[in-house]
């Protein structure tokens, strides 16, 4: 969901793990610019 999510990219083939990912999504809402 991460990466559908911050990529817009998803690849059915991706093993689950029960690690951790980070990654950055910037945004623009209200005319300011928010990072998640």
């Known amino acids: ?3 559908r999510f911050t990529d ?3 690849d059915e083939h991706i ?3 029960i690690g951790v990912d980070f990654k950055v999504k ?3 809402l ?4 928010i990072k998640l």
């Open 15 to 17: 093993q689950s793990t």
């Open 30 to 33: 209200n005319s300011k610019r």
């Open 26 to 28: 910037h945004l623009e």
């Open 8 to 10: 817009d990219a998803f």
């Open 1 to 3: 969901m991460l990466i």
